[in-house]
């Protein structure tokens, strides 16, 4: 039984690119959770502005793409050294999402 929901379009056979999800997975990581919800807004083919007020996503724009340009320098500067220091790559994983987590101050080593 499907039911046609006014307002809700059928994008469900449409998936997200790795390098959108990239993006949204380093806003998240970031703390940047509004940033998050316009990247996946646009990434679906909606209109941000229709969900957020329109100086809000001009801040947040202005905002994040001051931002990207400076982690983009930063960005290739990692590459550069990973490239140099190692030589595989791992196509599972995105090496630009692991290298943000920063957050692991809490673990504690555990015995075998």
């Known amino acids: 039984m499907n039911q046609n929901v006014p307002g809700i379009s059928s994008n469900s056979d449409k998936t997200m690119k790795n390098q959108h999800f990239d993006k949204v ?7 940047k959770y509004s940033w998050a919800c316009v990247l996946m807004l646009r ?9 957020i007020p329109y100086r809000t996503y001009n801040r947040l724009l202005k905002e994040n793409t001051q931002a990207s340009r400076s982690n983009q320098q930063q960005n290739e500067n990692i590459k550069i050294v990973k490239h140099s220091n190692d030589s595989r790559s791992d196509s599972n ?20």
């Open 25 to 31: 997975v380093e806003a998240i990581l970031a703390g």
């Open 43 to 51: 990434f679906a083919g909606y209109n941000p502005l229709h969900y």
């Open 93 to 112: 994983v995105s090496p630009s999402c692991l290298s943000k987590i920063k957050d692991l101050a809490y673990l504690e080593v555990v015995g075998k």
